[in-house]
């Protein structure tokens, strides 16, 4: 059975630091893994998403990796600025669609 | 254009009512699903259909029952609330097969009273 776990659940840093959000899976049998943003009262917002076959996606100051054999992926966040404050979802999609999420990660950039 | 729309936003209701929530795609895809957001914050995936038909079924109780009138709808109709279904409901689609992200709906808050 998947599980997904991430790291940590809850981090605070000050404006312009660079940071890593981790996110770990347990069965390596995925077909994809997808970065995700929700911010307080709101809906889900698809950040970045990492095909099987892929190691990494970039977008921005945003950059996944992935690596599949030891179930692990990070989301790098360069220069955080405080509109970056939200929580921050990892799922993987390892059964034709049906996503797995982690707990998230309650990301607080400090001006 | 809002790309996966559900309604209503917001439903307070008493215990022992039915009601219903509803969620629309525009970006023809094939397949939608409904996950549930606890006061935890963990999502977890309830139903997937696909063109119509019941693919995934999470082992959710009967009280809940989705209906897709066609690919671009899937509405969820829940009997005899219960305390403990009081929750998120997200909606949300993709295309089966295909290499794009699925996309979420905003959300309806569901507080059983």
């Known amino acids: ?3 997904v776990t991430q790291i940590p659940a809850a981090l605070s840093v000050p404006e312009g630091e660079n940071l890593v959000l981790n996110c770990s899976f347990t069965d390596s049998a995925i077909y994809n893994l997808q970065w995700f943003r929700q911010d307080p009262g709101k809906g ?3 950040l970045l998403l990492i095909q099987s076959s892929q190691r990494e996606q970039t977008s921005g100051r945003l950059n ?16 955080s600025q405080p509109g970056d404050s939200a929580t921050y979802l990892c799922a993987v999609d390892n059964q034709g669609g049906k996503l797995i999420f982690g707990q998230g990660t309650e ?5 | 254009d ?9 439903l307070v209701t008493q215990m022992g009512n039915d009601k219903s929530i509803k969620c629309e795609q525009n970006l023809g895809h ?8 606890d006061s935890k914050k963990f999502l977890k995936i309830m139903f997937s259909y696909n063109n119509k038909e019941l693919i995934i079924n999470e082992t959710v109780p009967n009280r809940f029952s989705p209906k897709s009138p066609d690919k671009a709808h899937l509405n969820l109709h829940i009997n005899s609330l219960e305390l403990g279904d009081s929750a998120v409901y997200f909606c949300a689609s993709s295309q089966a097969g295909s290499r794009i992200e699925a996309f979420f709906g ?4 569901l507080t059983v009273v």
Request: cysteine-free; hydrophobic content about 25%; glycine content about 4%.
């Open chain 1, 107 to 111: 990301l607080s950039v400090k001006p």
């Open chain 2, 30 to 37: 094939d397949t939608m699903y409904w996950y549930k957001q």
């Open chain 1, 64 to 79: 996944a990796s992935l690596d599949k054999s030891s179930g692990r992926s990070t989301l790098y966040i360069a220069a």
């Open chain 1, 1 to 3: 059975k998947q599980e």
């Open chain 2, 2 to 10: 809002t790309a996966v729309s559900q309604t209503p936003k917001y």
């Open chain 1, 44 to 46: 889900l917002t698809s």
């Open chain 2, 106 to 109: 905003q959300g309806t808050r």
